[in-house]
């Protein structure tokens, strides 16, 4: 069964970097598209940055563009989210997710397939 697995979340200040890691069990990364969301209370999930299976194409949100990098590690098997100059508004939880379509044809969550338990981002101003 497919197993998606973040970690790296916690609690930080305004302008600091934190780096979430996903290992994925059972799937290799480098045939799925493989998102970022986020959900903050409230709010729906939305996907901040995604990876075709290819890595040839990504996306990223206009809110976290410039500061926000997702790569792969395709011996791994893991996706990493590098996040800098972090804000109080990236407080969310962060899930890894992972699409069948392997060409980045979807940035929507219900087009994502298998799901990561989450882990917490909490930043403080």
């Known amino acids: 069964q497919v197993q998606l697995v973040e970690s790296g979340g916690g609690l930080v200040q305004a302008g600091d970097s934190l780096r979430l890691s996903c290992a994925a069990s059972r799937m290799p990364v480098t045939s799925y598209t493989m998102g970022w969301f986020r959900q903050a209370p409230g709010k729906e999930r939305e996907c901040v940055a995604a990876?075709?299976?290819?890595?040839?194409?990504?996306y990223y949100a206009d809110s976290v563009k410039g500061r926000f990098t997702i790569s792969r590690d395709n011996v791994e098997n893991t996706v990493t989210l590098q996040m800098n100059s972090l804000k109080p508004e990236d407080t969310a939880v962060y899930y890894c997710?992972?699409?069948?379509?392997?060409?980045?044809?979807?940035?929507?969550?219900?087009?994502?397939?298998?799901w990561g338990q989450g882990t917490q981002v909490t930043v403080s101003s």
């Open positions: 990876i075709s299976g290819s890595g040839g194409n990504t």
């Open positions: 997710a992972a699409d069948r379509d392997y060409g980045l044809e979807s940035v929507s969550a219900v087009e994502y397939d298998y």
